[in-house]
C-alpha cells in the first residue's frame, strides 16, 4: 500500500484526487495539505505542509505556485518524493526543482494525461518533417476562466517538444499586437483562450502552401489528470532522487 499526501487537497485537482485514490487498492490518502480547511475529508489536512507529521511515500501536489518552494523543501527534509503538478513556475523556481531533485524523487509535469504526452512524442518526429518543409508553427490553447496562468504549462511543454527536434532554433510569440510585419519563419505563436468551464483544449497548427495539419487534445474531465497523477506516484515511490517525467511512468523506465 502506497501512502499518499495531497497538497492542495481542497481544489478541484486535489479532490478528484482524493477521489481517484479511493478508488485505487494500491494506494491510501494519509493526509492533505491546504490553506482553506472548509471541507470534509476522511483524512488529516493540516493548513501548512511544515505542520503535518503524517508518514507519506509519495506528495502529489496540485496546489499554486506560491506554495511550491515550501512544497520542495519538505520534501528535501523529509526525502519524500514528489509528483509536481503545479504550473506557471518562475524560472527560479524551475532551478528550486532542479535542486530539489539531486537530493530527492521529483516527477514535474506540465500535464498528467497519457494523451498529452503521447501528443509530446508525436509532435518532435512532425516538427523534425514539417518545419524543414516550410510549415508555420502555431499553438491554441483553451482553458476555463479561473485558470491564472497562460499560456498554459502543457501549452509550452508542446512548443518545447517541437523546439527539441529542430535544435531550439525557434522563439516563441504571445502578441502579435504591437508589430506590423510577416511572420518571422523561426517562430512558434502561442494563443491563449480563457472562457467557461473549458478543462483544456490543445490544438498544434503545421500550416504550410495549400495544406494544414492540426494535432488536437481535448481533455472533457479533469479524471484524466488526476487518474495520471495517483498512476505517477505509483511510480515515484521508492525511486531513488532524480528528475523525472510523465515519458518515464509511461515507459515504465527503471532507475
Given at each position: 500500500m502506497i501512502r499518499i499526501m495531497i497538497h492542495g487537497c481542497n481544489g478541484r485537482m486535489g479532490q478528484m484526487v482524493s477521489k481517484m485514490a479511493a478508488d485505487d487498492a494500491d494506494v491510501e490518502v494519509v493526509a492533505?495539505?491546504?490553506?482553506?480547511?472548509?471541507?470534509e475529508n476522511?483524512?488529516?489536512v493540516f493548513a501548512e505542509i511544515g505542520k503535518c507529521d503524517a508518514a507519506a511515500d509519495v506528495v502529489i501536489d496540485f496546489a499554486s505556485v506560491a506554495a511550491?518552494?515550501?512544497?520542495?523543501?519538505y520534501?528535501?527534509?523529509?526525502k519524500i518524493p514528489c509528483v509536481l503538478c503545479t504550473t506557471g513556475l518562475s524560472e527560479e523556481q524551475i532551478r528550486r526543482v532542479e535542486e530539489a531533485s539531486k537530493q530527492v524523487a521529483v516527477l514535474k509535469s506540465a500535464n498528467m494525461s497519457l494523451g498529452i504526452n503521447l501528443l509530446l512524442k508525436l509532435l518532435k518526429e512532425a516538427a523534425g518533417v514539417l518545419a524543414d518543409a516550410g510549415f508555420d508553427m502555431e499553438i491554441v490553447e483553451k482553458h476555463h476562466n479561473r485558470k491564472l496562468d497562460a499560456p498554459s504549462g502543457t501549452a509550452l511543454a508542446l512548443a518545447d517538444s517541437m523546439n527539441d527536434a529542430l535544435d531550439h532554433a525557434y522563439t516563441y510569440v504571445y502578441d502579435r499586437s504591437g508589430r506590423r510585419e510577416s511572420r518571422p519563419a523561426k517562430e512558434i505563436g502561442i494563443s491563449a483562450v480563457r472562457g467557461g468551464t473549458i478543462v483544456g483544449d490543445h490544438d498544434v497548427i503545421f500550416a504550410g502552401t495549400d495544406e494544414v495539419i492540426t494535432f488536437s487534445h481535448r481533455a472533457y474531465s479533469r479524471e484524466v489528470f488526476?487518474?495520471?497523477a495517483v498512476q505517477a506516484a505509483k511510480y515515484?515511490?521508492?525511486k531513488p532522487a532524480g528528475l523525472y517525467t510523465m515519458h518515464d511512468v509511461i515507459e515504465g523506465r527503471q532507475a
Open positions: 492533505g495539505v491546504d490553506i482553506s480547511g472548509q471541507m476522511p483524512y488529516p511550491a518552494d515550501g512544497l520542495l523543501a520534501c528535501v527534509q523529509k488526476a487518474k495520471g515515484l515511490a521508492g
